[in-house]
């Protein structure tokens, strides 16, 4: 039997990590990237280069709704890049927006006959972001189960990972120095090594360079 997997993809470290990840473990997969106003189209662009380099069915889904109705540092020029003050969630997370990007990807799965969905949340390095939380996919995995009549499984290849972590499975899977070099991470659209010194860089520098320490002393 054709096992088939729907990927959410955005073109960054974690999302890329998880698209190899489906390709070695199901027979077919389909990215699935949303378009929410993010303001780097060049998001999208790595997103659409990196499926057509790798023979990818990709979709790009609308959801410039988000953006009307959770205003953050991803969408809107006019807000900062900003880590959480204490006990706060960081400028950049997106309200409901996990949420909503695995209900469509459900949709979409369905109407493909997939029951697979992949996604890169992570609990052990997920800046406080309660979407990306284990229980959290299983409640949702549950409803979107329930809402559909379908037997769906989401899974989470990175929840129990920190980036170091993830730098391994990217290698595992033969893919370090695509990963190193063709995605896009940075907050403020550069990709590779990005910017360096935004949370979204910095954390993945750490993750690098940890990993690179461990795989030297090994």
Not at 83 to 88: D, L, P, S, V
Not at 91 to 114: D, H, P
Request: charged residues 20%; contains cysteine.
């Amino acid at each position: 039997m054709n096992q088939k997997a729907v990927v959410v993809f955005s073109g960054g470290q974690d999302s890329t990590t998880c698209l190899f990840w489906a390709l070695k473990e199901f027979d077919e997969v389909i990215a699935v990237t949303f378009d929410y106003g993010q303001r780097h189209l060049q998001e999208l662009e790595c997103a659409r280069s990196i499926c057509q380099e790798n023979g990818i069915e990709h979709h790009i889904l609308d959801m410039s709704l988000l953006n009307q109705l959770a205003p953050n540092a991803l969408t809107r020029h006019d807000q900062k890049v900003e880590k959480g003050a204490e006990g706060e969630l960081p400028s950049t997370f997106v309200e409901g927006r996990n949420m909503l990007f695995l209900t469509f990807s459900g949709v979409l799965a369905k109407v493909k006959g997939v029951k697979h969905i992949v996604t890169g949340v992570c609990e052990t390095d997920f800046s406080g972001y309660p979407d990306c939380r284990d229980v959290f996919i299983k409640s949702l995995n549950v409803t979107l189960n329930l809402s559909m009549d379908y037997e769906f499984v989401v899974h989470t290849p990175l929840m129990w990972l920190n980036k170091a972590q993830t730098w391994e499975l990217a290698d595992q899977l033969g893919k370090f120095n695509y990963i190193r070099e063709k995605t896009l991470t940075c907050y403020h659209g550069i990709i590779g090594s990005g910017c360096g010194t935004c949370p979204a860089c910095e954390l993945r520098q750490r993750g690098l360079e940890t990993y690179l320490e461990q795989k030297e002393g090994v």
